[in-house]
């Protein structure tokens, strides 16, 4: 994990993942204090509409459309979801070289810059050593988030494997999590990563006030570094 960050010892990263019109929001909220996010995206899934239900609640989930990807993500990072999100612990090593390297193409066709990045797709078990050394040696993939949270901001040794810190749904804890790491006194670096996905900001009437609270408590920090996951991790 790469611990140059200006001078600093603590880091702060988001990871958002599918691409959909709710990231709009996000990067506003995200560019209004400053943070930073790296959004995960299916490039053959650009412009579809679908739902998602939750507790019996239904959702937009309209993915963003390919000649808009650029222009809503500039500045910040667009990563490797795979092609049409599939769990690639079911896949063959064929088909997890493809999903993976030619979503990485066409993204980096679309943004004009190399996609280096990666959030493992689909729910569950969606990773193991078999696919992370897959992507590991048969792609340009160089890091690539798992949805295993740790609840920890501790280095980590496999990049391929990277387990976040929380995941947002978990809001107290989040907030716990935020609280501490920004009275953390540290002489060894120690990042704090944050997954999710914009369009669960609409299963709650107040989600998006309460997380523009949490943006203020981690904003604005003179001994935080703000990056993408690019910045932090390479």
Not at 25 to 46: H, P
Not at 60 to 78: L, N, P, T, W
Not at 103 to 113: E, M, T, V
Request: hydrophobic residues 35%; negative net charge.
């Amino acid at each position: 994990m790469n611990s140059n960050w200006n001078g600093k010892n603590k880091a702060i990263t988001f990871s958002f993942d599918d691409g959909v019109t709710q990231d709009i929001y996000l990067v506003e909220l995200m560019n209004k204090y400053g943070l930073k996010c790296t959004f995960n995206i299916n490039s053959d899934l650009l412009g579809r509409k679908g739902i998602a239900i939750r507790n019996n609640q239904r959702i937009a989930v309209y993915r963003i459309h390919s000649e808009d990807v650029k222009y809503v993500y500039e500045g910040h990072e667009v990563a490797v979801h795979t092609l049409t999100h599939p769990n690639l612990t079911m896949c063959g090593d064929d088909e997890v070289i493809y999903q993976v390297e030619k979503d990485r193409l066409q993204l980096s066709d679309i943004l004009g810059y190399e996609i280096v990045g990666m959030a493992y797709p689909s729910g569950g078990v969606n990773n193991d050593e078999r696919v992370a050394r897959i992507i590991k040696n048969n792609t340009g993939v160089k890091y690539s988030r798992t949805i295993t949270s740790n609840e920890k901001y501790d280095p980590q040794d496999n990049l391929y494997r990277f387990e976040p810190t929380v995941y947002y749904i978990d809001f107290e804890k989040m907030v716990s999590l935020g609280e501490r790491f920004v009275e953390l006194e540290t002489d060894t670096p120690k990042l704090f990563y944050i997954w999710g996905h914009s369009y669960e900001l609409d299963y709650s009437a107040d989600f998006r006030a309460k997380l523009e609270e949490f943006f203020k408590l981690i904003s604005n920090r003179s001994d935080i570094f703000y990056g993408t996951n690019k910045e932090v991790l390479l």
